[in-house]
């Protein structure tokens, strides 16, 4: 038990430990991306990280979050309530899943 409690631990820290993320690009592309991280108050490495994140999260939520019209949403509803899912293990372990950008 002990043995399983410390892999664990060891688990949670690596998950957790910065790793390295390495790209080259051109001079003109890193000298934008340093003015821009200047105006914001960042530095470079920060600038490129929140950004890469923000879009990560909106390609994510792009296949995963679709906005409907009122009466489209109304047809949607209707469909499911017409239909009720029955037991779906698969279902509910996806809705308590965390975000991945928690």
């Known amino acids: 038990m002990t043995r399983s ?3 664990a631990e060891s688990a949670a820290a690596e ?6 993320i390495n790209m ?4 003109r592309k890193r000298d934008l991306i340093d003015v821009a991280a200047a105006m914001s108050g960042s530095d470079r490495t ?4 929140d950004a890469a994140c923000k879009k990560a999260e909106e ?3 792009d296949q995963r ?3 409907l019209a009122d009466d489209d949403f109304d047809a949607f509803e209707q469909a499911l309530q017409n239909n009720p899912v029955r037991s779906n293990k698969c279902l509910e372990r996806l809705l308590q899943r965390p975000s991945r950008w928690s």
């Open 46 to 49: 920060s600038f490129i990280l």
């Open 24 to 27: 080259r690009v051109d001079f």
């Open 5 to 7: 409690l410390l892999r």
């Open 15 to 20: 998950k957790t430990k910065p790793v390295p």
């Open 59 to 61: 390609v994510i939520l």
């Open 65 to 67: 979050l679709f906005v």
